[in-house]
């Protein structure tokens, strides 16, 4: 039993060392547990692998990790041109259009097989020169203007005894009767200047004094005045000689009546607006136009406008005003256009086409989908070749339909993501947090 417990303990021994060495020893940095990550998973990059395979997750082919990812890039000063690599010579740098713009914060360049390009529906168009500005068409919407809308309110309360108009959307005249009050001020005002003619010595006749009139008169007449007594109606009642029960509210312009709060024998007092007009002769049409077209429009500009399901010719007008805010939302400023309209062709309420003539200008262009814009930078995916595609920031001008002004950042003859860009920009910013992360840092998972 002694030498069985010894031969135990002997071979215990011999294992023990025999770990150590395997670990510790010379030929323990070739195990495969600590050689370099070479492929990972374009879909997951947290999954990594020193030997080709499938990633666990998505079972795509493990691609080569870029080589940005294998160690940082080298730094680049703030034109652009490359500082020197660690081995002494220059490091690439983006080409020179773009070079005066900061790099586009929170992406990274990405590489994509033709495989992933495929699944993702990705495609490029090429940086093309193109004559924009002979024609900005922007939306618009037909609006009652402003200036040329009136409230109907009695001086002095009464009530309501006769109301000729009782709905909205008629057209009435200036001067027209709406409704006919009784108020017992007004009705003393009338007897008060009966009274005064009387004492004046004027005969019933006349309407008007001659000159030299008398000065109680003339202050009986303005007190009607001011209680909203036209003068035709003073008139008719010094031609009469007799006072009016009920006395006419009537149109203090010509228009449409768009709302009306008059009820047969109401109460109606002065802060109560009996009827709202609105002045339809000449209406506004109100474009909206995004701040970076604005630079492009001046008062005076040449615009038409085509109603939408319209066959008739365009109307011509004008801007008028180009108000000086830009709205929080739609990031649009709204430019006014004032165009006659005497046979009613225009509608509050109807919206279309604005085209306004701009002169030509030879410009880059991009399709309007290439160009992510996140409120800070804008910028674009440019195809570097090889499956690569780098973030360059860019800025634009005018959008014209589906093309893009760029003003810096791209050069002619570049190819950019057209289409999926985005799907390019949510790998982009992943594979940069990614890189960002401790577990990143650290190698990530390990592919099977």
């Known amino acids: 039993m002694g030498v069985v417990r010894w031969a135990i303990l002997l071979a215990v021994t011999a294992v023990a060392a025999f770990s150590v060495w395997r670990y510790w020893g010379p030929g323990s940095a070739a195990l495969p547990a600590h050689r370099e990550d070479r492929y990972y998973c374009p879909m997951h990059p947290q999954i990594r692998s020193p030997d080709p395979g499938e990633c666990p997750i998505c079972h795509m082919t493990l691609e080569p990790i870029p080589a940005e990812r294998l160690q940082p890039a080298a730094p680049t000063n703030t034109m652009g041109s490359p500082d020197a690599g660690s081995d002494g010579g220059p490091v690439p740098s983006a080409t020179d259009a773009g070079a005066s713009l900061s790099p586009p914060p929170g992406v990274v360049p990405v590489v994509l097989s033709l495989e992933r390009q495929q699944l993702i529906g990705m495609t490029t168009a090429l940086v093309v020169r193109r004559t924009l500005g002979q024609q900005l068409r922007v939306p618009g919407v037909v609006e009652a203007p402003e200036n040329a809308a009136a409230q109907v309110h009695v001086r002095t309360p009464g009530f ?8 909205s959307g008629v057209r009435v005249a200036r001067g027209q009767t709406l409704a006919w009050i009784y108020a017992p001020e007004i009705y003393q005002a009338q007897q008060e200047l009966l009274t005064a003619r009387r004492w004046a010595g004027a005969p019933a006749e006349a309407g008007l004094m001659e000159s030299g009139p008398n000065d109680v008169l003339q202050a009986a007449r303005r007190r ?41 024998g109401q109460y109606a007092t002065p802060e109560m607006a009996l009827y709202e007009l609105s002045d339809l002769s000449r209406v506004w049409i109100v474009a909206s136009l995004y701040e970076r077209d604005l630079s492009r429009i001046s008062r005076g500009s040449a615009a038409q406008f085509v109603a939408a399901g319209e066959t008739a010719a365009p109307v011509a007008a004008r801007v008028d005003l180009i108000e000086p805010s830009v709205g929080a939302e739609t990031r649009t400023a709204r430019v006014r256009l004032s165009v006659a309209n005497p046979a009613m062709r225009l509608r509050p309420g109807q919206y279309g086409d604005v085209t306004f003539a701009l002169p030509g200008a030879s410009s880059l262009v991009v399709p309007r989908d290439a160009v992510a814009d996140t409120g800070v930078a804008q910028y674009a995916f440019v195809d570097a070749g090889g499956g690569r595609f780098e973030p360059r920031r860019v800025r634009t001008g005018v959008l014209l339909g589906d093309d893009l002004e760029v003003i810096d950042g791209l050069r002619e003859g570049e190819r950019v993501v057209a289409r999926g860009s985005f799907m390019v920009d949510s790998e982009s910013r992943l594979q940069a947090a990614l890189a960002e992360s401790p577990a990143a840092s650290d190698g990530g998972a390990v592919a099977p």
């Open 160 to 167: 309501l005894e006769r109301v000729e108009v009782r709905q």
């Open 224 to 264: 009607l005045q001011f209680l909203g007594l036209a003068d035709g109606d003073i008139d008719e009642v010094l031609r009469r000689g007799a006072a009016m029960r009920a006395v006419p509210i009537r149109a203090p312009i010509g228009g449409y009546v768009t709302r009306y709060a008059a009820v047969l």
